[in-house]
């Protein structure tokens, strides 16, 4: 396992929300870094690999997975390396409270024009 790998999994460990996380978890014919059952939910680490063509497999994978009824959250390594413990309280919040759309991807909160990330979204501007 990547370092990042490793540190978000020991905050999974913990069992955040009461929720259960296996570690490369058999998800055939893939492999999921992280998997938890009871919210038919994958966790994939996004790292270098994951650009270029394996963006493209991770796209296919993940409509793969998404038609066996499984969400699909991609984390950017770098996320996990800034700050493990928040990453998983957003996965946590995810699995407890799942969207409706499935594959959704971690990065910086979006921003209110001129406002604090707090801030709601502004639409139709």
């Keep these: 396992m990547s370092l990042p790998e490793v540190l978000l999994w020991r905050e999974l460990r913990k069992r955040p929300a009461g929720l259960k996380f296996r570690r490369?978890?058999?998800v055939a014919p893939y492999?999921?870094?992280?998997y938890c059952a009871q919210a038919h939910l994958?966790?994939?680490?996004?790292?270098a690999a994951h650009e270029g063509t394996g963006a493209e497999?991770?796209?296919l994978r993940d409509a793969s997975l998404e038609?066996?009824?499984m969400t699909v959250l991609h984390v950017a390594a770098s996320e996990i390396l800034a700050d493990p413990v928040s990453v998983t309280s957003w996965i946590a919040e995810r699995a407890t409270n799942p969207l409706h759309h499935a594959a959704q991807r971690r990065g910086p909160p979006p921003r209110?024009?001129?406002g604090?990330?707090?801030a709601p979204l502004r639409t139709g501007d």
């Design 24 to 26: 490369q978890h058999a």
């Design 57 to 59: 497999r991770d796209l």
């Design 116 to 118: 604090s990330p707090d």
């Design 31 to 34: 492999v999921a870094d992280f």
């Design 112 to 114: 209110k024009r001129g």
């Design 42 to 47: 994958v966790v994939e680490v996004d790292g």
């Design 67 to 69: 038609e066996r009824g």
